[in-house]
């Protein structure tokens, strides 16, 4: 029997997807495609999930759509499936942390960017070579990108195809960290940990309005956080409880600050 294709970890409210086609890079075949895109669906069922880790098994995250099939070489499996990879990853609303193990490469760097922020180890990768290949973008890179490394570096990038390292990736803001291959993971999931000891219901709005907010101007955005703060205050906890999460994050303050 053969393996998964995605496989699927959960621990503590932390659910690690890990890519699963090592021999071919993690290359996204429609099969492994229709995977993601199901597993997802699944953990936006599970209100336990609370978040995701998303990384691929051996030497690449991801180098993006299976060539081969999109050449003709290899055959495309029939499928029934209607969604959309991307579509399917973006109705996730809780938060995706990118473990970039390896290569992202084109779409493989477009799954990268629907992740809420990217730990990158320092084997780590990327490249759109869209241009190179002849395929305009289609889930969101083209768009993406400059919004988080300014428009000139996304030009670079796009339109020369060239790699850029890990190490760059940090310096241009597109990764938050570079840790040691080894580091990885736990890092990922330290991250994690941190983000499910915080108030579900304000974490999950302040993820709603950073994310409706990025794709407006200042001036809307600005206002959709006045109101999501009017509405979110006139439901605030007792004032006990608030009392109990000040004495958390003063010990937690001590504890990461010395």
Known sequence: ???????????????TVTLNRPEALNALSKALREQISLTFVTLAKDPEVEVVILTGA???????????????????PESNSS????????RFDRPIIGAINGFAITGGFEVALMCDFLIASSEASFADTHARVGVVPGWGLSQRLPRLIGINRAKELSLTGNFLDANTAQAWGLVNRVVAPADLLPTCQQLASDITSTEPVTRAEIKRIMDTGWEATLEQGLLLEQRASLAHASSSPPQDMLADRRSDIQQRGREQTG
């Open 83 to 90: 969604l959309d990879l991307s579509e399917a990853i973006a």
């Open 58 to 76: 051996g030497r690449a995250f991801t180098v993006g759509l299976d060539l081969k099939e999109l050449g003709g070489e290899v055959a495309e």
């Open 1 to 15: 029997m053969s393996e998964a294709l995605v496989l699927v970890e959960k621990a503590a409210g932390i659910a």
